[in-house]
Each structure stands twice: as C-alpha cells, then as structure tokens.
C-alpha cells in the first residue's frame, strides 16, 4: 500500500517497522514481565497513589502561580546531562532530532525570555541511561517527570519551597490514603514540619571519608529518622550555579530513607540556581566537553530576545513521579510502578 503526492510514492512508516522476534528470550523475559506488572494485585492501589501525588504536585505549583505550557517530547538540542546516557536520536521528517531528556533548557528559555515569570510542566521524560550496574532497582527509560522553574528565585527561596511542598505531599497522602500507605511501608509516614533536614555533601564527604554521593546518601539515611532530607552542594550539571564567594554549588536534591520493602535511599528530586550568565553557562558545557555546535539553537534563541545582557536568574527543580511513588509506598522496586516495566538497558517488548 502506498500514498501518492504528486507523482511521487511515500511508503507508510508502519512498512519499514522491523519485526519483533517473539521468540528472543529477551523479548520473552520482557513479555513475562509485561504479564506479571499488569496482573498484579496491588497495582491499582500503587497507581491511586502515583495519581494522587501528581494531582498534588500539579495543583500546588498551579496555586503558586505557575504556568504550564503545552509538552514537548522532540527537541533539536535537550539537556546535556553530565552522566552517562545513550544518545536517544529519532527521524523527524527526514531530519534527525533528540528526545527530550529533560526541559530544563526550555524552562530557562522561557523563565528569562517570555513574559511568563514561572513555569511547570508534567512531562513524560525518555532518559536512556547507561552503567546503572547494581541501581536498576530505581532506573527507567521512561518516567513522569514535574519540572518547574521560577524568574528571580534564589537558592534558599527554592530550598524553602520544596521543603513546604514535600511537608505538603505527606500530610495529604496521609490524610487521603493512610491506611493503604501503612500497609505497603509497615508503617505510617512521617510527620514533617516544613523544613526538611539539610546535609552538605562535600562538607560530609571530608569530615567522614565517604568516597562518592551514593556513601553520602547512605550515611545521611541513616540519620534522618525515617524523613525526606536534603543534599545540597552536589557536584554535576553544566547549568548548576558553582557560587565562587562561597566555593559552593547552590543545588540541592531531596532523598528518601529505605522504606518497607525498599532498602535504599531514593533521590526524587534535583534542582539548583543556575549558572548565573550565558557567557558562563557555555564555558562550563566547554569545560565539560559538550558538543557546542549542537546546543547552537539554544544560544543562538538567548541571544536573539535577551534584554537583560546575557544574565540568567532563575532556579527550579523537577519531581520525579514513580520515584516518589516507589520510595514513598516502600516498594521492592520501581518497576512496580509501571503496568508496562520500562527498564534501564533493558529490552522492551510492549
């Protein structure tokens, strides 16, 4: 079957589709999966919860005065992602392009050039990460993610704000589904008040020998009696704002203790001022090795609206859904979470 233009035959997308081997143990491993995920008994109350928190999420962003623009899953340059990840490129029309990886460089587009001074998006992300090893229990190619982004805030407004925010999400998941939590954790969640207990991840690592992020994480769990707690001056993205005065990056990452079933803390969130210029921004993505020419666009989009002399004032952050799912009911893991699993360096056979 064809479709004619002009003269001309296009062959339908559908004919050049490469057939799945249903015999592959690969694809017969993921099916079983599919099969188990699907047919699980506590799925409809995991997914009440997900549903909850999103809505949750959503409507206090949306309280705050947060804008949500329309969602974009195709980009021409996305986040560059200072960690191990496959390049998830599709053809576009003839053209390749990327999938959105993050929104984070359309958060500050929009923050510092559109007159809209707050922004959110409930987006799903298509992240394919590469060496998980021992953490597949917590890694998808696939997950909802809200990210938001404000104008003029500042580190300690957005710390402020994401603790409110978490104290915010527990005390209504207690009220809405507490039972059902108890049954999954073994337990209720925590009372929190507001401010979440904050640790200083190089300060941590110096005074306790702790080798990487991961021991920080650990050791800090351990004495967060059960509650959510901050990370905060995190070495990673090209886009974090490193504060010279202070030696200090100004981000910050929430992470969940080991609950129920689950034994590992689970970060759920990441954030940070940002670099706080453009001319600063593109030295650190040259310092870390980026491929300059693809974050052209980007640039070139700044430059062509910027008002404000290349300066960049915002911060933001992004809640990661199933994450906060998983770590909040204490499940085995994140797969769970997911009808149709979508794992890590995994095949996908549905």
Request: glycine fraction near 6%; aromatic fraction near 10%; include cysteine.
């Amino acid at each position: 079957m064809a479709l004619q233009n002009k003269g001309s035959s296009l062959t339908l997308g559908i004919h050049k589709i490469e057939p799945v081997d249903i015999n592959n143990p690969l694809v017969a491993s993921s099916l079983e999966q599919a099969r188990r995920s699907i047919s699980n008994p506590r799925l409809r109350d995991i997914l009440l919860v997900r549903t909850t928190i999103q809505q949750f999420l959503c409507s206090a962003l949306a309280a705050e005065g947060y804008i949500h623009p329309p969602v974009y899953m195709l980009a021409g340059c996305t986040d560059p992602l200072n960690h191990w990840t496959y390049p998830a490129r599709i053809n576009y029309y003839g053209e390749e392009v990327s999938v959105t990886q993050s929104l984070i460089l359309y958060k500050m587009l929009m923050v510092m050039l559109s007159p809209i001074p707050q922004v959110f998006w409930a987006s799903p992300n298509i992240r394919m990460e590469m060496r998980i090893n021992r953490k597949e229990y917590k890694y998808v190619c696939e997950f909802m993610q809200i990210d938001f982004e404000k104008r003029g805030a500042t580190y300690e407004e957005m710390l402020a704000f994401v603790s409110r925010t978490i104290s915010g999400l527990y005390a209504h998941l207690q009220e809405k589904h507490g039972e059902l939590i108890r049954r999954f954790r073994g337990g209720p969640l925590p009372q929190l008040d507001g401010k979440l207990q904050l640790f200083d991840v190089q300060e941590v690592k110096r005074r306790e020998n702790l080798g990487d992020d991961d021991a920080v994480e650990q050791w800090a769990s351990q004495r967060a009696d059960g509650r959510p707690f901050l990370l905060v001056n995190l070495k990673r993205e090209a886009y974090d704002l490193y504060d010279e005065k202070a030696g200090r990056f100004l981000n910050y990452d929430v992470v969940l203790p080991p609950a129920g079933e689950n034994p590992h803390p689970i970060e759920c969130l990441s954030g940070a001022e940002r670099t706080r210029s453009v001319a600063a921004l593109e030295q650190r993505m040259r310092e870390l090795n980026y491929p300059m020419e693809y974050f052209a666009p980007f640039f070139e989009l700044f430059s062509s609206l910027d008002k404000g002399g290349g300066e960049i004032t915002c911060a933001g952050a992004g809640f990661g859904v199933e994450r906060l799912t998983y770590a909040i009911l204490g499940l085995k893991d994140i797969h769970e979470v997911y009808p149709f699993p979508r794992m890590a360096e995994g095949r996908i056979s549905i």
